[in-house]
């Protein structure tokens, strides 16, 4: 979490056209494991282990359809960008990768 609060922080200032996507990389390393925390609590998951590719793609599915499909459609200030999509889709391999580091 730290890591995206710095990610915001520099990208706010020296990110140039791709500044929002900077952050973006880390929606699902920052968001997977508490959605899978929550998921754990409810009894919709019965392990802590690392994360499937399925879940994952799961999050990242929902995520950008929910933020670039429907966000725009819904509220006026919202935009959708594929860019984005982009940077979930790299965060969410990177994490993959990290999260089967032995």
């Given at each position: 979490?730290?890591?995206?609060?710095?990610?915001?922080?520099?990208?706010?200032?020296?990110?140039?056209?791709?500044?929002?996507?900077?952050?973006?990389?880390?929606?699902v390393p920052v968001g997977a494991p508490l959605w899978l925390w929550g998921e754990r609590r409810l009894g919709w998951r019965t392990h802590?282990?690392?994360?499937?590719?399925?879940?994952?793609?799961?999050?990242?599915?929902?995520?950008?359809?929910?933020?670039?499909?429907?966000?725009?459609?819904?509220?006026?200030?919202?935009?959708?960008?594929a860019r984005d999509v982009v940077a979930y889709a790299l965060g969410?391999?990177?994490?993959?990768?990290?999260?089967?580091?032995?």
């Amino acid at each position: 979490m730290a890591a995206y609060v710095a990610m915001r922080c520099l990208a706010s200032r020296y990110g140039g056209g791709w500044r929002g996507q900077a952050a973006d990389l880390f929606l699902v390393p920052v968001g997977a494991p508490l959605w899978l925390w929550g998921e754990r609590r409810l009894g919709w998951r019965t392990h802590d282990g690392v994360p499937t590719v399925a879940e994952v793609l799961f999050l990242l599915t929902t995520w950008s359809v929910a933020a670039e499909g429907l966000a725009p459609v819904l509220f006026a200030s919202a935009t959708g960008d594929a860019r984005d999509v982009v940077a979930y889709a790299l965060g969410s391999a990177l994490a993959l990768a990290a999260w089967r580091l032995p």
